[in-house]
């Protein structure tokens, strides 16, 4: 019997590939031995796509899941175990990217939602005025923009994202989405200097 077979075998030392059919043989503690060695690297990959930790540490859970329920479909002909989950992760991350796409609204901001407690705090009622009127040309103009002008925007001033984040999380190019931020910038800048 060779020491990938025996029970109580040392699973540090055994290859991926054991720790795989014993996986398939349903032995938790291989799926434990396969965590430990790679859970850093498949967390690394899902948070690089995802940005976000709590949802990386999900798809990362997810890929081991799933490699617990589908060892019996890893072909070690085609991948290495670690490029298998990791190619497991970043398909899933890729999918919740992709929804969050669908739905921008995740990350929009709704123009005129300025609580009370958001206002600027002015002592006399001219000035209380003029912030007003000012506020209400900023959602005026915003509103002008067109909506994939808008979202960058929102995602960058609002969400406080960097640009590559953005592209990421839009899955468009780079230069797509700077592109996008200096023409809205621009237009909203003409935009306010048209209202005065």
């Known amino acids: 019997m060779t020491s990938a077979m025996r029970p109580n075998a040392d699973l540090s030392e055994l290859d991926d590939g054991d720790l795989m059919r014993r996986i398939v043989w349903q032995q938790g503690d291989a799926l434990a031995e396969l965590y430990d060695r790679y859970h850093r690297l498949v967390f690394d990959v899902a948070y690089h796509i995802v940005s976000d930790l709590a949802l990386a540490e999900e798809i990362t859970q997810e890929a081991f899941f799933r490699a617990w329920t589908h060892a019996g479909d890893y072909d070690p002909a085609r991948a290495q175990v670690n490029t298998w989950l990791v190619s497991i992760a970043r398909h899933r991350a890729i999918d919740v990217v992709r929804r969050r796409r669908v ?26 005025a003029e912030a007003h009127f000012a506020q209400s040309d900023v959602r005026e103009a915003l509103a002008g923009l067109p909506a994939e002008q808008r979202i960058v925007l929102a995602l960058a001033y609002f969400q406080g994202m960097t640009q590559q984040e953005i592209a990421m999380v839009l899955d468009e190019p780079l230069g797509t989405v700077t592109t996008r931020i200096r023409l809205g910038m621009q237009k909203l800048r003409r935009l306010l200097v048209d209202a005065g």
Request: negative net charge; without cysteine.
């Open 103 to 128: 739905r921008p609204e995740h990350y929009g901001v709704p123009w005129g939602a300025l609580q009370d407690e958001d206002q600027p705090r002015v002592e006399d009622a001219e000035q209380s």
